[in-house]
């Protein structure tokens, strides 16, 4: 049956010539030019929206997004987090938050609340169990993301970190497309070769996209052995250092591969808090420190909120 | 201009009233009905597909599939590998086959040819150098997955592995929906449990796929210190163990976390040639012989070919 468009739609004009399909065509519109304009609210209380990416899968974007959110918030700072991974949403648990709930009110809906009050939004809240795969393909994937974006109260931030799935496809692409006021993009890779290639793409990839690259972080670099203090580079060494210096990216640092990272994780403890002397914390405070004197560079206020 | 669809095309029967974009969608059609045939007479000609799959990024898919293709061609059989990661192939890496060519003749095109006769597709052989990124929407993603299975001749295989990108999205969607006589699927792992919630989403995506889910490989199992010989379980351990117990899938054994695993990866060699007798290298062949145990339980022929 066909409804009444109210004589607003462009298509027609009048009710009665209304087809079902230009309808739906108007009604996708008008919701998207809704969603566009309240992008453009929830953003603005942003101060700044950094991209963590990699192009490759498992090198440690997610632990170095939850890391970070918490070493920014331990600064001072007021921090969101995106997880844009919605296959393998892993920021909540990585942040101990799994089972929380988002509320939605009228003004929209909220991100849940982490520690030191990281506000989160992420596909694993809305999943029913861990069992179950969201099998989207690409126009669902944006369709998410464009809503985490704009029908989320994320209020007043100093910084919304986003945490980019492997690869230079629909998710990254929407993401900078829907924030081209992008501060700017960290690089995650692990020290191999096989590593080095994949995330070479992702560098070009937010060059492309004119997205500023931050620079670049070295992570599971270097094992020592807890019981003689023997070092092995278990996936070789000096990848990120090697990406540096091939395309001119600053290299902000290496985060060791200690099991106690991938404990924290599972415990959902952030490491920068469970072990604030470690040379892995240490690591993030380095690249927090880099990270405000980027931001710096390009005159934007970077001062922590008191209280 | 409007071009004449020599009275062929259905949606308008006459060229003089047909219009580009009709014509357009007529073409389209033309070349998937042909991509269509050219599929079922490629993968008729190969007696056992088997994807690789993890849902998770960075856990050894890749590795997995490369040495199991040189332990089944170890094994006397004709084995072919598809890379269906679009965005970050490391197959042609692994075995040693970068820079190859993909070429084509009237036939077709012709999968690359690598260690023990192992024919290769993979997007690394189409692009110009390692920084350049494959930036596509799922559809062009799907577009090439649907060329490289219909119209490369792979010729006569008895396996024709598939390693699949992480998450559940339009890669492997597609690889499943155009392979619907897939044998089984292989499912990845590290031991971690945020590796875990990642991995038992993809024995979901292969269930409701209807794809028989082979059994789990835990990657990246136990590392053992080259100087004190101390074990350390860098990604925690169980994990693969967990997820077959929790989903009753059977457990096909674990890869210890080696660095010569990733050397050999790094220098393109596979481990299973490299290191027969390494523990790495015996999981591989148990792999093996778990994958003819489940083809001969579906009563299938799985003898290697002499020769």
Request: a negative charge; proline letters at 7%.
């Amino acid at each position: 049956m066909t409804e009444s468009c109210d004589g607003e739609c462009a298509s027609c004009g009048k009710a009665e010539t209304c087809t079902d399909s230009r309808r739906q065509d108007y009604e996708q519109k008008k919701l998207l030019d809704k969603q566009k304009a309240l992008l453009k609210v929830r953003m603005g209380q942003i101060k700044h929206k950094i991209a963590i990416i990699s192009g490759k899968g498992g090198v440690g974007k997610s632990t170095v997004t939850a890391n970070l959110a918490v070493a920014l918030a331990q600064h001072g700072y007021r921090v969101g987090v995106l997880d844009a991974d919605i296959y393998g949403p892993c920021i909540p648990k990585m942040l101990g938050m799994r089972g929380e709930q988002l509320t939605a009110g009228p003004p929209g809906a909220f991100p849940a609340v982490g520690p030191l009050g990281i506000r989160v939004v992420s596909m694993d809240f809305l999943l029913s169990d861990d069992d179950t795969p969201v099998i989207w393909r690409g126009p669902l994937v944006t369709g998410a993301i464009r809503q985490f974006l704009s029908e989320f109260n994320w209020g007043q931030l100093d910084f919304l970190l986003i945490d980019l799935p492997p690869g230079t496809g629909d998710a990254p692409l929407s993401v900078m497309q829907l924030i081209p006021e992008m501060d700017g993009a960290l690089i995650v890779t692990i020290p191999s070769e096989i590593s080095q290639i994949v995330v070479k793409k992702a560098v070009t990839f937010a060059r492309q996209l004119r997205i500023p690259v931050i620079g670049i972080v070295e992570n599971m670099s270097g094992f020592i052995c807890p019981k003689c203090g023997f070092q092995v580079d278990i996936f070789r060494s000096g990848g990120g250092l090697a990406i540096s210096g091939d395309m001119s990216v600053p290299f902000l640092g290496t985060i060791p591969l200690d099991p106690a990272v991938c404990d924290a994780s599972d415990d959902g403890v952030s490491f920068a808090m469970k072990e604030p002397t470690s040379l892995a914390a240490k690591a993030f405070a380095a690249i927090v420190a880099k990270i405000e004197e980027f931001i710096s560079s390009k005159g934007s206020e970077v001062t922590p909120q008191e209280g």
